[in-house]
């Protein structure tokens, strides 16, 4: 068994998930470096790079997450190769902006399938190792999932419902932690796709407000590694109940580096 906790992230290949990754393999004074591999449809030229230093430590699988032997596949490989899974990071996800008056069925179940549904798929795969470690969940979530602005229906829809997952998962699991992070505005190519519908994004792209992807990276790849059932807590409850925290509160000040 490797020495190393290894920690999954769905949807790596790039923008946020990539920014986690590089986090975990590099580890800090405060959190262990980690083994890691990723579940994605395409990885960038910047996830190969890190590949190369990190040939190792870091693999990845072509896949879908909305396919559960998809998730299997990874899962199996990971124990095969290191015989332990510490936390999975639930991050692949997509935003399909319109309003309800254009809202068609097959896209908002496209992204309930992947924000929400293919969740069950990873923690399904994942729990039987997640259980043995005292392992964690990190749900990559949105302030989307309460704001719900004009022509986020599909995707706050999305996120509000992947809450109730995270807190379904704490009550139903006593060993296993459950976060619900949210990450802020953050500069990927998500951003990129939906400034062009909505101009409160674009705003804060030309006032340079959106986060670099590193700074919230960072507090996840903590809690993944981290992270457990009684601390960090908020209001004297655990986040590991599957409460939404946004990456900036206070209750996670020790976990930025
Ligand atoms: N950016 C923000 O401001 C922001 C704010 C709040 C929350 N979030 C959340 O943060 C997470 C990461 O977003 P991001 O901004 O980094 O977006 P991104 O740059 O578009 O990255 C999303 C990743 O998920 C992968 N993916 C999508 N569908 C998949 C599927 N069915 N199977 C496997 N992989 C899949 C994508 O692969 P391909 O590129 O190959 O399609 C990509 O690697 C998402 O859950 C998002 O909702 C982002």
């Not at 579940?39 to 190969?48: A, K, N, P």
């Not at 040939?55 to 095969?80: A, H, P």
């Not at 994004?201 to 959106?210: N, P």
């Not at 599957?242 to 990456?247: I, N």
Request: glycine share 8%; hydrophobic share 35%; with cysteine.
């Amino acid at each position: 068994m490797s020495n190393k906790p290894s920690v999954l992230v769905t949807g790596g290949g790039k923008g946020l998930g990539l920014a986690v990754i590089k986090r975990l393999l590099e580890g800090t004074a405060k959190s262990p470096a980690a083994n890691v591999c990723t579940l994605t449809f395409d990885v960038s030229d910047d996830f190969e790079k890190l590949q190369t230093k990190y040939s190792d430590s870091l693999f990845y699988t072509q896949g879908d997450v909305t396919k559960f032997e998809d998730s299997k596949k990874i899962v199996d490989e990971t124990l095969n190769r290191w015989k332990r899974l510490d936390a999975v990071v639930i991050n692949a996800g997509l935003t399909e902006l319109k309003p309800l008056k254009e809202l068609d069925f097959d896209t908002i179940m496209k992204t309930l399938g992947v924000n929400t549904a293919a969740s069950v798929n990873t923690i399904r795969a994942a729990l039987p190792s997640l259980r043995e470690s005292n392992g964690r969940v990190v749900f990559v979530n949105s302030s989307s999932s309460y704001l719900c602005h004009a022509t986020w229906a599909s995707y706050s829809a999305s996120k509000a419902a992947l809450n109730a997952i995270a807190k379904t998962l704490a009550n139903e699991e006593d060993k296993v932690s459950a976060f619900t992070v949210g990450p802020g505005h953050v500069d990927t190519s998500m951003q990129g796709k939906i400034r062009n519908t909505d101009g409160n994004m674009e705003k804060l792209y030309e006032e340079g407000k959106l986060l670099p992807p590193e700074k919230p990276a960072a507090v996840l790849a903590s809690l993944a590694v981290r992270g457990s059932r009684s601390a960090p807590k908020k209001d004297g409850e655990p986040l590991a109940n599957g409460s939404f925290v946004a990456w900036d509160d206070p209750s996670l000040s020790d976990y930025h580096e």
